[in-house]
């Protein structure tokens, strides 16, 4: 009986070695980490001429640790959060701040929120392309209320996928 109780004792420790790893979230992704430059392709919407005032903070420090994203994106000096996609190299990151004071058309406004929704997709590991969400959120002052939609390609280095050696 006590051979019986240690060998199943063993058979599980083995099971649960080899499930570890995917109840974790590590999974390989092959999204290098670094900084990236987010350089827009294509606007959707920009309803105050934002994209003019902040794109050149459109940087993105990206981090990857088992399916959880975090990224240091430059408008604001957001933290952004999200994940890897169970069914591919897709992933979604999601940011905000409070109580900021910006200047937007040419106006001081104090904003009471920014918030930053992010959708890409791997192309290589020095690429992914996507699309950006960036709201101004103003409940006193209706003039302070924008919003920028983007389609972008984050790019490592300046070295896109075709110029990969």
């Given amino acids: 009986m006590v051979r019986a109780v240690s060998t199943l004792r063993r058979l599980c420790l083995v099971a649960f070695a080899l499930a570890a790893p995917s109840l974790a979230g ?5 999204q290098n980490e670094g900084e990236y430059e987010l350089i827009p392709t294509e606007v959707l919407r920009d309803d105050c001429n934002l994209l003019a005032e902040v794109q050149g903070d459109f ?6 640790s088992g399916r959880v ?8 000096n957001m933290q952004l959060l999200g994940y ?12 905000s701040v409070a109580n900021v004071s910006i200047t937007t058309r040419g106006e001081e406004c104090l904003l009471d929120q920014v918030r930053v929704h992010l959708d890409a ?6 690429q992914f392309d996507g699309q950006l969400r960036l709201v101004y959120a103003s409940n006193g002052v209706a ?13 490592q280095g300046n070295t896109r996928c075709e110029e990969e050696p």
């Fill in 26 to 30: 590590c999974l390989p992704y092959s």
């Fill in 121 to 126: 997709t791997t192309q290589c590991v020095t």
């Fill in 84 to 95: 890897f996609l169970e069914d591919g190299d897709a992933f979604t990151a999601d940011g």
């Fill in 143 to 155: 003039r302070c209320n924008c919003e920028l939609w983007v389609r972008f390609e984050g790019v």
């Fill in 69 to 76: 994203v975090r990224a240091d994106f430059g408008v604001q």
């Fill in 59 to 64: 940087q993105l420090g990206l981090q990857v």
